[in-house]
């Protein structure tokens, strides 16, 4: 999953230079951002220009930082946690390669990760991945990986509620799609757990551990999202930096 994101955000987005990926526009900040006091619902169109931190109680998700490298590793290393996944950058070395390309891929608008902050701990020991279908964002795409020690412990779904608010609240987005492999029994209950809808199989979509496997389609509509879970402004704390 980690890897095919290069691939899956490298395609020629409307108001990307072609040549090297970056904004054609001027880089300046998204005028007023600093006095933001918080996420709201009112999409900033400049979003890449943020660096948002999101919390909720204890949980906090942060961009990824180099000093991340270590503990991601042994998350992603873990066989567990790569059962369903492609290949993820082995060492501290590439890991630290993958979170440049993170803010590359951020401030040239067509990605976000955040790094899953667990309490007690200022070292990331997951991700959640956000990324356009859509140019504009209005469809976009989630992927998710957390350390087995922390599976079953309400970090994925504090962590989760915290990026799906975001999404839905700040970016706008309007469909967002998740996909697991069909026997990822957990990866599925969990996106169920959320409020997901499976749509279908994709057949054989995805290699993972040298095998195509089939993908279950799931989404949540910002319609359905905001019915159960009302406004999503004032529900997502953060701070732009
Ligand atoms: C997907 C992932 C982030 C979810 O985090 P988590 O902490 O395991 O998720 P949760 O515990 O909140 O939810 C999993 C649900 O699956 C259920 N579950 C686990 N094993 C199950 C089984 N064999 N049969 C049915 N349900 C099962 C759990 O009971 C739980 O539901 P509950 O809270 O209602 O009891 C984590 O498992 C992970 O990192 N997996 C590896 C990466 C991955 O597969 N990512 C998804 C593809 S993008």
Same mark, same amino acid.
């Given at each position: 999953?980690?890897?095919?994101?290069?691939?899956?955000?490298?395609?020629?987005?409307?108001?990307? #230079?072609?040549? #090297?990926?970056? /904004? %054609?526009?001027?880089?300046? /900040?998204?005028?007023?951002?600093?006095?933001?006091?918080?996420?709201?619902?009112?999409?900033?169109?400049?979003?890449?220009?943020?660096?948002?931190?999101?919390?909720?109680?204890?949980? /906090?998700?942060?961009?990824?930082?180099?000093?991340? &490298?270590?503990?991601?590793?042994?998350?992603?290393?873990?066989?567990?946690?790569?059962?369903?996944?492609?290949?993820?950058?082995?060492?501290? *070395?590439?890991?630290?390669?993958?979170? *440049?390309?993170?803010? +590359?891929?951020?401030?040239?608008? %067509?990605?976000?990760?955040?790094?899953?902050?667990?309490?007690?701990? #200022?070292?990331?020991?997951?991700?959640?991945?956000?990324?356009?279908?859509?140019?504009?964002? /209005?469809?976009?795409? !989630?992927?998710?990986?957390? $350390?087995?020690? +922390? !599976?079953?412990?309400?970090?994925?779904?504090?962590?989760?509620?915290?990026?799906?608010? +975001?999404?839905?609240?700040?970016?706008?987005?309007?469909?967002?799609?998740?996909?697991? *492999?069909?026997?990822?029994?957990?990866?599925? $209950?969990?996106?169920?757990?959320?409020? $997901?809808?499976?749509?279908?199989?994709?057949?054989?979509? +995805?290699?993972?551990?040298?095998?195509? %496997?089939?993908?279950?389609? !799931?989404?949540?509509?910002?319609?359905? !999202? %905001?019915? &159960?879970?009302?406004?999503?402004?004032?529900?997502?704390?953060?701070?732009?930096?």
């Amino acid at each position: 999953m980690l890897s095919d994101l290069h691939e899956t955000t490298t395609g020629t987005f409307t108001g990307l #230079d072609p040549e #090297d990926g970056t /904004r %054609r526009q001027s880089d300046r /900040r998204l005028a007023g951002a600093d006095r933001l006091p918080r996420f709201s619902s009112q999409p900033p169109l400049e979003w890449w220009h943020l660096q948002p931190e999101l919390a909720s109680g204890p949980v /906090r998700l942060r961009e990824l930082r180099l000093s991340d &490298a270590p503990s991601l590793t042994e998350t992603l290393g873990c066989p567990k946690v790569a059962e369903y996944l492609s290949p993820a950058p082995a060492s501290v *070395a590439e890991i630290e390669e993958f979170i *440049a390309w993170t803010h +590359f891929a951020h401030k040239a608008g %067509r990605y976000i990760c955040f790094g899953v902050i667990p309490p007690g701990s #200022d070292a990331a020991v997951g991700v959640f991945q956000l990324w356009p279908i859509e140019p504009s964002f /209005r469809t976009a795409e !989630w992927g998710f990986a957390i $350390a087995h020690r +922390f !599976w079953g412990t309400g970090l994925f779904e504090a962590g989760a509620r915290l990026v799906t608010a +975001f999404a839905f609240g700040t970016l706008g987005v309007l469909r967002l799609e998740a996909r697991a *492999a069909v026997d990822n029994v957990r990866g599925n $209950a969990a996106l169920e757990k959320l409020g $997901a809808v499976p749509e279908g199989v994709l057949r054989k979509c +995805f290699l993972a551990n040298g095998e195509y %496997r089939d993908h279950m389609m !799931w989404s949540i509509l910002a319609e359905d !999202w %905001r019915a &159960a879970h009302g406004d999503v402004a004032g529900q997502v704390t953060g701070q732009v930096v």
